[in-house]
């Protein structure tokens, strides 16, 4: 049995710590591109950082059609979630599944994120990183102009 999990961990990339949330989990709020607020089976509450993207901040340029974007794919549904990190402030930092589909790989592919490379499995960072390089090619989202990253938005 343990060789299977395993064998199905290295098929779907994703890495052979990673947690489930008691789920499906409701989504609640979108606060974000990248942020989410959830409920559990037992109606427990969690904020949920959508790991291997950062979007726009909401004063940016794209910001809330970031937000609008996510909250198009899941707003009201029942998703999946795998993680396994949490950020400094107790937040999961996870991937949000919805019918099969990795919804944040959706977000860069639909242009309102950036690849965010740091703790992801070989073939999420694969998946993400071409996803990106596509959208910028196709001047989708925030491609279709300059943009700032969020990460030098925050340091101004």
């Given at each position: 049995m343990k060789g299977l999990i395993?064998?199905?961990?290295l098929l779907h990339g994703i890495p052979a710590s990673a947690d489930f949330l008691n789920c499906p989990c409701k989504v609640v709020e979108i606060t974000g591109g990248d942020t989410?607020?959830?409920?559990?089976q037992s109606t427990t509450k969690h904020k949920i950082r959508l790991g291997g993207i950062d979007a726009p901040e909401k004063k940016q340029p794209f910001g809330n059609q970031s937000r609008?974007?996510?909250?198009?794919l899941i707003a009201g549904?029942?998703?999946?979630?795998e993680y396994n990190?949490?950020?400094r402030y107790g937040w999961i930092i996870g991937k949000l599944i919805y019918q099969g589909q990795d919804i944040n790989l959706l977000q860069i592919k639909h242009g309102y994120a950036w690849?965010?490379?740091r703790d992801q499995s070989p073939l999420d960072r694969t998946l993400y990183s071409s996803?990106?390089?596509?959208?910028r090619a196709q001047t989708i989202g925030l491609w279709s102009r300059p943009a700032i990253p969020?990460?030098?938005f925050r340091g101004k």
């Amino acid at each position: 049995m343990k060789g299977l999990i395993l064998l199905i961990t290295l098929l779907h990339g994703i890495p052979a710590s990673a947690d489930f949330l008691n789920c499906p989990c409701k989504v609640v709020e979108i606060t974000g591109g990248d942020t989410v607020h959830v409920l559990d089976q037992s109606t427990t509450k969690h904020k949920i950082r959508l790991g291997g993207i950062d979007a726009p901040e909401k004063k940016q340029p794209f910001g809330n059609q970031s937000r609008q974007n996510l909250s198009g794919l899941i707003a009201g549904k029942n998703i999946e979630i795998e993680y396994n990190k949490r950020d400094r402030y107790g937040w999961i930092i996870g991937k949000l599944i919805y019918q099969g589909q990795d919804i944040n790989l959706l977000q860069i592919k639909h242009g309102y994120a950036w690849h965010y490379k740091r703790d992801q499995s070989p073939l999420d960072r694969t998946l993400y990183s071409s996803a990106e390089i596509v959208a910028r090619a196709q001047t989708i989202g925030l491609w279709s102009r300059p943009a700032i990253p969020p990460w030098k938005f925050r340091g101004k």
